[in-house]
């Protein structure tokens, strides 16, 4: 399991973030200040820190420069929202600058990224007895092999990787159709239900009133 430190001293996003990674099995530790969170870095391994840039005692840009050395990929979650700030902060060696209000399912995604570029991310994703290769692009349940479409495939480890947040029919058509699809939302209805059957998902994934879908433990 990943771990993720999450720095930031605002106690509402900071939890927001911890529920969000939880849910798709990250392992968080939260810090509200900067001096903790560089007394953290330097006692225990991170596979990525989520660090905001105001912060109390000392801000997140010192904290940077600090643990440059370190190899640990840095995202950097914050209202500044300045273009000067932005290209500081990237050029500091942060690999993504991510400004607030931010989407859930857009931090899950370039953490995602992240960790795979480090090398980081285990390509198996797991939930219930279902193994997700995604390398591979495999499936199985309890062991054995399921044939998916590759729309089929698409949906699910999109569900996996946001389990239990509600995903919108037009989120769920972008990421899985791309956003020149042109069809229906009623695409995404149709394989989801054929989703349901192939793998005994029916009590899993649930319809989310004028919304879309959630994938629940």
Do not use: C
């Not at 969170?37 to 596979?47: G, N, P, S, V």
């Not at 953490?111 to 570029?117: D, P, T």
């Not at 495999?138 to 092999?145: F, L, M, T």
């Amino acid at each position: 399991m990943e771990k993720i430190l999450v720095v930031e001293d605002d106690l509402g996003i900071s939890d927001l973030i911890k529920l969000n990674l939880n849910m798709v099995g990250y392992e968080t530790i939260q810090v509200y200040d900067g001096e903790k969170a560089l007394e953290l870095i330097e006692e225990e391994k991170f596979d990525l820190i989520i660090l905001d840039v105001m912060l109390p005692k000392l801000d997140g840009f010192t904290i940077m420069e600090k643990i440059n050395n370190l190899d640990i990929p840095v995202i950097f979650l914050t209202a500044k929202d300045s273009l000067s700030d932005r290209v500081k902060g990237l050029k500091m060696g942060a690999d993504d600058y991510i400004v607030k209000p931010f989407e859930a399912i857009e931090l899950l995604a370039r953490i995602e990224v992240i960790l795979k570029r480090y090398g980081k991310k285990s390509n198996v994703l797991q939930f219930k007895d279902l193994e997700i290769f995604t390398e591979e692009r495999i499936i199985k349940k309890d062991g054995e092999i399921v044939d998916l479409t590759v729309k089929e495939f698409e949906l699910l480890k999109l569900l996996i990787q946001n389990k239990g947040i509600a995903l919108s029919r037009d989120k769920m058509l972008e990421r899985v159709w791309g956003y020149d699809y042109l069809g229906e939302t009623r695409t995404v209805d149709m394989h989801i239900q054929k989703l349901r059957k192939k793998l005994n998902l029916f009590d899993k994934i649930k319809t989310v009133y004028k919304v879309g879908y959630r994938l629940e433990d």
